[in-house]
């Protein structure tokens, strides 16, 4: 068959549909609008996302790029009002780890890539970013849909964040100030925000086709409020930043960890100094519902728990104690859940347990 | 079967090995040191990456996020040097967008995500954007590796690139001064760069598995040099950065299109102001062999030809005609491509072919 009288091949035969990616751009381009902040500079559709930074001193910008995790499959089976949560819950993700950092949101972009474009998914998607974006004062400057026939299935998905804060190199938090008899306070999270979702899937048989899942993530949750399995694992990430940094800009914060893949035991080290450990009385925090079921369903170990999920607390800040109270009264059910001691264990995470002892 | 006598379920039964993960990010870590810069501040493992900005005026900040498309379906196949290859093609991907806005890069962050951490393939990405980050100037200062079991098939991967750079508002570069008699500068690509992959896997039959890819991408490509198929495909996304940033700073560019997703038809008019189009003489630049097989193999329409791949052309730049010449000294090949005229079509790109005649 020669060249001159094969049927002309089209990108959209390939499975790639530019024209169709263009519309749901221009839809989603006004959720983006609605997020200008003072930044903003120039319209969505430029080779760049352009934001103003206005003259000042020396600052730091602080970035994170981040994902959802296998959170992203139970929104491929429950879709609709899922595709959004998870929207808000990659910006939320990212806000939190620049907070960390004392710095707070400039702008955000995101990647969404798909096997094929499906406007409904997508549009929820930066619905749900551009809402976040909004009560973290992040300005959503700029993103890539890429349409990716052959590498994601039909129906599914994936999507990073990419997030820029700044912080004054005054006001930068890294911990390096923590000593002995600091305080811990621990902020709940609303599930497992968006990490240990892969185990989760695994132990509430989440993992075949969304159909399937659907049926799985429907049944109520034992010991819940009445919530869905689905409802209750798509609890969405929470964001501290409204509430937090006020207290980062009284200069009271001197260490903050977000608690995401790795749980307490790996992501608490990540602010602390030399010299010094952590111990946590466990009996001092509510444990949700869901971690109950899955650790009880899947009979995941202590250590293993703690290393999955976050338990219950999605960020921890350290505190001198006298300022503790002063944390506590303004973050709602911020408590102390644990002190700095002096020690240089291997494992840098003491978790006291009422129930089933010592972790670690 | 009581929770009590059943078998631990760990996060590592359900497919995610953080340990395995964590000897990962040690390796890559060294890769991304390499590329520190004056703004490098602080190591990789805080929950944000750190770039600090010296006290200076008023600034825009460019930002961009771009992925690599389907190309990284021919790494799965081909492997080895090919990580490397799609890991700093996305790097330069981002530079280029941002430079189309006179930006230079401040700092990257990266996004990975696997079905499985694959070590060789996830070392070979951050060496090839490491590597990139050193020739553009750019700090890898941070990123996201994701283990999503389920989401991605065995072997195979997304990746997504962020980048950051800065341009102060009077150099900001938008096409907004040009205007008709400028004339438009072609610099070529090295091949596809990082668009029209899924239509050219579509044409060339590599779109089975691995071992079925790897055959037809081992076979010379028609009308080249001696390179296989795979070879030229593979062709790496060229940075335009270190050639044209000096001619920025000079003041003489107008305009910059990078020639990406959508391409030449797509992408020339984001530069354009109102009531300008464009001309272009197709025989002022040479069509590479991979596109002339490409587009004959397939049918291609020539509209579709200019709209699915850059069709030799990575990167075009608008000058006054009394500058052209200064442009096409300093950077190697470049020529003039093309004209700015008076005019308000809905098609704001004609392009002459000696061949097949004016395309639209």
């Given at each position: 068959?020669?060249a001159?009288?094969?049927?002309?091949?089209?990108?959209?035969?390939?499975?790639?549909?530019?024209?169709?990616?263009?519309?749901?751009?221009?839809?989603?381009?006004g959720?983006?609008?609605?997020?200008?902040?003072?930044?903003?500079?120039?319209?969505?559709?430029?080779?760049?996302?352009?934001?103003?930074?206005?003259?000042?001193?020396?600052?730091?910008?602080?970035?994170?790029?981040?994902?959802i995790?296998?959170?992203?499959?139970?929104?491929?089976?429950?879709?609709?009002?899922?595709?959004?949560?998870?929207?808000?819950?990659?910006?939320?993700?990212?806000?939190n780890?620049?907070?960390?950092?004392?710095?707070?949101p400039?702008?955000?972009?995101?990647?969404?890539?798909?096997?094929?474009?499906d406007?409904?998914?997508?549009?929820?998607?930066?619905?749900?970013?551009?809402?976040?974006?909004?009560?973290?004062?992040?300005?959503?400057i700029?993103?890539?849909?890429?349409?990716?026939?052959?590498?994601?299935?039909?129906?599914?998905?994936?999507?990073?964040?990419?997030?820029?804060?700044?912080?004054?190199?005054?006001?930068?938090?890294?911990?390096?100030?923590?000593?002995?008899?600091?305080l811990?306070?621990?902020?709940?999270?609303?599930?497992?925000?968006?990490?240990?979702?892969?185990?989760?899937?695994?132990?509430?048989?989440?993992?075949?086709?969304?159909?399937?899942?659907?049926?799985?993530?429907?049944?109520?949750?034992?010991?819940?409020?009445?919530?869905?399995?689905?409802?209750?694992?798509?609890?969405?990430?929470?964001?501290?930043?409204?509430?937090?940094?006020?207290?980062v800009?009284?200069?009271?914060?001197?260490?903050?960890?977000h608690?995401?893949?790795?749980?307490?035991?790996?992501?608490?080290?990540r602010?602390?100094?030399?010299?010094?450990?952590v111990?946590?009385?466990?009996?001092?925090?509510?444990?949700?519902?869901?971690?109950?079921?899955?650790?009880?369903?899947?009979?995941?170990?202590?250590?293993?728990?703690?290393?999955?999920?976050?338990?219950?607390?999605?960020?921890?800040?350290?505190?001198?104690?006298?300022?503790?109270?002063?944390?506590?009264?303004?973050?709602?059910?911020?408590?102390?859940?644990?002190?700095?001691?002096?020690?240089?264990?291997?494992?840098?995470?003491?978790?006291?347990?009422t129930?089933?002892?010592?972790?670690?």
């Amino acid at each position: 068959m020669s060249a001159e009288s094969a049927k002309p091949i089209s990108y959209r035969d390939a499975g790639v549909d530019i024209d169709q990616a263009a519309r749901s751009l221009g839809a989603i381009a006004g959720f983006a609008r609605a997020t200008a902040t003072a930044g903003t500079a120039g319209e969505i559709g430029h080779f760049g996302g352009i934001f103003r930074l206005p003259a000042g001193e020396d600052r730091l910008l602080i970035a994170s790029a981040d994902g959802i995790g296998t959170k992203i499959k139970l929104a491929f089976a429950i879709g609709g009002w899922a595709h959004k949560r998870v929207g808000g819950d990659l910006v939320n993700h990212c806000v939190n780890d620049i907070l960390a950092c004392g710095a707070r949101p400039l702008f955000f972009l995101d990647y969404v890539a798909m096997g094929k474009i499906d406007s409904e998914a997508l549009e929820g998607l930066v619905e749900g970013m551009a809402a976040a974006c909004g009560v973290n004062g992040a300005a959503l400057i700029g993103g890539e849909t890429a349409e990716m026939p052959g590498l994601y299935a039909p129906g599914e998905y994936d999507a990073a964040g990419f997030i820029v804060g700044e912080v004054s190199p005054s006001a930068f938090i890294d911990g390096s100030r923590i000593e002995p008899d600091d305080l811990l306070i621990g902020l709940p999270s609303a599930g497992l925000h968006t990490n240990g979702f892969s185990l989760a899937r695994m132990i509430v048989g989440a993992t075949g086709g969304p159909s399937q899942d659907r049926e799985v993530l429907a049944h109520p949750l034992p010991g819940g409020d009445g919530e869905t399995i689905g409802e209750a694992l798509l609890a969405p990430h929470l964001t501290y930043f409204p509430q937090v940094y006020p207290l980062v800009e009284q200069g009271i914060i001197l260490g903050i960890a977000h608690i995401t893949g790795g749980g307490l035991i790996d992501n608490l080290p990540r602010m602390l100094p030399d010299g010094v450990v952590v111990r946590l009385d466990q009996s001092t925090w509510t444990v949700n519902p869901i971690f109950r079921y899955l650790v009880e369903t899947g009979n995941v170990e202590p250590r293993e728990q703690y290393r999955t999920f976050n338990m219950g607390i999605g960020m921890v800040l350290a505190v001198r104690p006298a300022d503790a109270q002063t944390v506590c009264d303004a973050i709602s059910d911020a408590r102390v859940i644990g002190e700095i001691v002096a020690g240089s264990s291997e494992w840098k995470v003491t978790i006291e347990q009422t129930i089933d002892g010592t972790v670690s």
